[in-house]
Nanobody, 122 residues
Framework: QVQLVESGGGSVQAGGSLRLSCAAS?????MGWFRQAPGKEREGITR??????????FYADSVKGRFTISRNSAKSTLDLQMNSLKPEDTAMYYC????????????????WGQGTQVTVSS
């Protein structure tokens, strides 16, 4: 079992920044961040591999160049630095973890946090 608890969400104006953090009971082979806006499908926005292709990251085009995923081993957290936020970034953000790298590539994650809300106003 892996427990994940997100924090750091909030409200910010367009162009601003937020840093999300996901406290993990342990790290898995692959961990990522997803988001879901009302009425929209869940979107995988970034992931990081901690085993095998260790440290490799992936970003969706929608956040590439603005968001940065990182792992803090000392604090056992998965962090998401979000810069140049846009109103379309408004969503519930979820941290996820998966032991199988192949499942990660297919967007299949076993463990999920409860989510943290991010609201970006124009």
């Amino acid at each position: 079992q892996v427990q994940l608890v997100e924090s750091g969400g909030g409200s910010v104006q367009a162009g601003g920044s937020l840093r999300l953090s996901c406290a993990a009971s342990r790290f898995t082979a692959c961990m990522g961040w997803f988001r879901q806006a009302p009425g929209k499908e869940r979107e995988g926005i970034t992931r990081i591999y901690t085993i095998g292709a260790g440290g490799n990251t992936f970003y969706a085009d929608s956040v590439k160049g603005r968001f940065t995923i990182s792992r803090n081993s000392a604090k056992s957290t998965l962090d998401l630095q979000m810069n140049s936020l846009k109103p379309e970034d408004t969503a519930m953000y979820y941290c996820a973890a998966e032991s199988s790298s192949s499942n990660c590539r297919r967007g299949i994650y076993t463990y999920w946090g409860q989510g943290t809300q991010v609201t970006v106003s124009s």
